[in-house]
């Protein structure tokens, strides 16, 4: 049995897919350790108590973000190729449309800001749009040469995405949004 401990990262430093070692503290190592904490709350957010069609929808998104976090930690763009599981193009961003208009179809239209929280897996599905932000940000400081145009796409259509998602899940509970 393989030991959970390597101590190859005990001086800082980290192996990307091609066996580049880099610091931890590296730009892309930040942008992909971003993308892992999103999936850790969008695993919270289920756990937290949803309805199955949400359950397998944030699992469908958590796959997609082990599959991002592999392209992250890819830069020569050599796994991607190989590996299908490993695969995010504009047909997911279109997925994600897709979803985010059939969700919406039970929501009240905007009117003010909303303000996060609602129920339990609501408030954390808004925790991880906030999240979803934040790994854009740091995607995006990696350059247009370091990153696929489409995985910085499918990020800002993931966090339009959870976003609807943490008012469906609380208008599903009964939990009344606050507005702004």
Not at 23 to 41: C, H, I, M, Q, T
Not at 107 to 132: D, E, Q
Request: overall charge neutral; aromatic content about 6%.
């Amino acid at each position: 049995m393989a030991k959970i401990y390597t101590r190859t990262g005990d001086r800082g430093e980290t192996g990307l897919f091609d066996g580049t070692r880099v610091p931890k503290s590296d730009a892309r190592v930040d942008a992909y350790g971003e993308v892992d904490e999103l999936n850790a709350v969008l695993g919270a957010a289920r756990a937290a108590g949803v309805d199955g069609q949400i359950a397998e929808t944030l699992l469908h998104l958590q796959r997609d973000l082990f599959a991002l976090g592999a392209r992250l930690a890819d830069p020569r763009r050599r796994i991607a190729e190989r590996v299908t599981r490993a695969s995010l193009t504009d047909a997911d961003v279109a997925r994600l449309e897709t979803w985010i208009d059939e969700f919406e179809k039970e929501l009240p239209p905007l009117r003010r800001f909303i303000v996060p929280g609602g129920s339990a897996a609501g408030a954390l599905l808004h925790v991880a749009r906030t999240v979803c932000r934040r790994a854009e940000r740091r995607i995006v400081a990696l350059g247009s040469d370091g990153v696929d145009p489409a995985l910085i796409a499918y990020v800002n259509r993931l966090s339009d995405l959870l976003f609807v998602l943490a008012r469906v899940v609380s208008k599903r509970a009964s939990v009344p949004e606050v507005e702004w």
